[in-house]
């Protein structure tokens, strides 16, 4: 099974900006859909936003389309996500996925991901 392993994650305060990092291990990452979900204490974890296998298409939740980027870079085995103007209900464990095998299907459901990275956290303070 592939191996993910995300980095980049911290203490940061309202408004700030974050960069997450997600490096995959083995030969076909440049053809899988990768996305990010990210879980709060007490709740589900929730989509955040996903990249296609082809880098050519993006989707976002709602609460963070216009703060948050997500791109790929397949010569690194690496997605990233930038998170920008944060606020302190961004506050989770934030998790990498990588998607099915050259699925068209953007990676924004539990049910879509074939690996999850080990989560790393993400703190916003007031």
């Known amino acids: 099974q592939v191996q993910l392993v995300e980095s980049g994650g911290g203490l940061v305060q309202a408004g700030g900006s974050l960069r997450l990092s997600c490096a995959a291990s083995g030969r076909t990452f440049s053809k899988y859909g990768m996305g990010w979900f990210r879980q709060a204490p007490g709740k589900e974890r929730e989509f955040v936003a996903a990249?296609?296998?082809?880098?050519?298409?993006?989707y976002y939740a709602d609460p963070v389309k216009g703060r948050f980027t997500i791109s790929r870079d397949d010569a690194k085995n690496t997605v990233y996500l930038q998170m920008n103007s944060l606020k302190v209900e961004d506050t989770a464990v934030y998790y990498c996925?990588?998607?099915?095998?050259?699925?068209?299907?953007?990676?924004?459901?539990?049910?879509?991901?074939?690996?999850w990275g080990q989560g790393t956290q993400v703190t916003v303070s007031s």
């Open positions: 996925a990588q998607g099915m095998l050259y699925s068209d299907y953007f990676v924004s459901h539990p049910a879509a991901v074939s690996s």
């Open positions: 990249i296609s296998w082809t880098g050519g298409s993006t």
